[in-house]
């Protein structure tokens, strides 16, 4: 993860780099690309084409400092998420599929077989198991309290970087009305040395300001979602740990009395 952000920042300071360039090379990659268009009208849908150039008027009119600010947001956002769902599914077993073998390993050959089982199978609860099978020659009380401590700590993993996403999602919108308010201070500005109270001049500085709230709230809005969507899988995992926790309580306890 550290990785993905030293990579998003390297790439942020190439965007700004390149939007210093001179006037001259700004107006010859523009007639490049403009060839490059032209070219490619033939293969390309029209309405991707208007989408995309539209997309791109917005950027450039909304201010390259707020706007490139917010979708850096975006893209730590979803760089955090998709990193989070990939874990979270990797980390996803079928319990009652586990808690069988387990079970039947214990009847058969033993604690030390159960352990095996839960070391060659992935995810929270798996880990969990073990540590409470480890402690289970010290008795049901010491092999409880290991399993609740050490779901704890499951639980912190499942968690991970869970807050910088709800960062995302409050400073997107921040900046967006941030923007909107700088937009505005520079309309009235412009009214002032003006002279007069122009709606060209009204209507297009506040359009132009407006421009950054909107994609502020659009980006909070993709990143809500994803945020919802990891805190359900978040608490599907988590009712599993516990309700499995039980049932090796409820394992150990029989195993014991044997």
């Known amino acids: 993860m550290k990785r993905v952000f030293v990579f998003m920042a390297f790439a942020a300071l190439l965007l700004m780099g390149t939007t210093q360039t001179s006037t001259a090379q700004t107006e010859q990659a523009a007639a490049t690309t403009q060839q490059l268009t032209e070219q490619a009208q033939s293969t390309t849908p029209v309405g991707e084409t208007v989408l ?13 400092g707020f706007m490139g600010v917010i979708l850096l947001c975006l893209i730590f956002g979803l760089a955090i998420a998709i990193e989070r769902i990939i874990y979270l599914n990797l980390t996803t077993t079928n319990t009652e ?5 387990i079970d039947k390993a214990l ?10 089982i839960c070391r060659n199978t992935r995810g929270p609860v798996a880990s969990i198991f073990y540590q409470g ?4 020659h010290e008795g049901i009380d010491m092999a409880e309290k290991s399993v609740v401590a050490y779901g704890g700590v499951q639980m912190g993993l499942l968690e991970k970087n869970l807050s910088w996403i709800s960062l995302f999602i409050a400073l997107a919108p921040m900046l967006g009305f941030l923007g909107t308010v700088i937009g505005m201070i520079a309309a009235f500005d412009a009214i002032e040395q003006a002279g007069t109270v122009s709606a060209t001049i009204v209507a297009g500085g506040i ?4 421009i950054t709230t909107v994609f502020g709230l659009v980006v909070a809005i993709i990143l809500q979602v994803f945020y919802n969507y990891l805190l359900s899988k978040i608490d599907s995992l988590s009712n599993q740990m516990e309700d499995s926790s039980i049932s090796l309580i409820d394992m150990l306890v029989k195993y014991n009395k044997q």
């Open 207 to 210: 359009k132009v300001a407006l």
């Open 133 to 136: 099978l480890d402690r289970a």
């Open 52 to 64: 995309h150039k539209e997309i791109k008027r917005l950027f450039i009119e909304g201010g390259a």
């Open 97 to 101: 599929k586990l808690l069988e073998k």
């Open 107 to 116: 009847k058969d050959d033993g604690v030390d077989a159960a352990k095996e």
